[in-house]
């Protein structure tokens, strides 16, 4: 289920309604005894209606805070000019070709000539194993068992120009 949309108005009478509580708690008491009771009660209601505003407040904040986030990282850095030919200097959104067939970690094969358009790479320092995922499918390499493919990438696969 999708939340509402953050609606400022809402949030200021949410302000105003723990304000209201919290003068009525806090006025001279001039009631019978036991009035600690409406007291306490009105001071509860603030902090409910307090809390509330504040966290609706921060979840706009965080709300903006990602649309913002999303909107810088839409375009892809290109990578830097010595990790051009590894593993790591591969472009999201760009085509690359394989022009020596190969096998990954899974035994999964490669063509000569299969175009494949790159779309991130993970990295697990603990088996040293490297995912790259192409759109068309994932390529799964290791550090030990593909040593050659991956110190001679440039070898394998190649950008398309």
Excluded: C
């Excluded at 019978?32 to 504040?54: C, K, R």
């Excluded at 990578?79 to 030919?85: I, S, T, V």
């Excluded at 760009?94 to 490669?110: A, H, L, M, N, T």
């Amino acid at each position: 289920m999708k939340r509402p949309k953050y609606n400022p108005i809402f949030t200021i009478l949410l302000y105003l309604a723990a304000a209201f509580f919290a003068i009525f708690a806090l006025k001279p008491l001039d009631h019978p005894p036991g009035s600690w009771t409406v007291t306490i009660m009105m001071l509860g209601l603030f902090s409910v209606f307090y809390l509330w505003a504040l966290l609706r407040t921060l979840q706009a904040r965080d709300e903006q805070r990602a649309e913002a986030y999303k909107t810088q990282n839409a375009i892809p850095t290109p990578p830097r000019p010595e990790l051009e030919g590894t593993a790591y200097g591969l472009t999201p959104g760009i085509k690359y070709k394989v022009v020596r067939s190969f096998k990954d970690f899974y035994g999964k094969s490669f063509n000569e000539h299969e175009v494949l358009t790159f779309k991130e790479q993970h990295f697990l320092p603990y088996h040293g194993g490297y995912t790259i995922i192409f759109v068309e499918r994932s390529l799964f390499l290791q550090e030990n068992t593909n040593k050659d493919i991956l110190e001679n990438f440039s070898e394998y696969i190649v950008k398309l120009t």
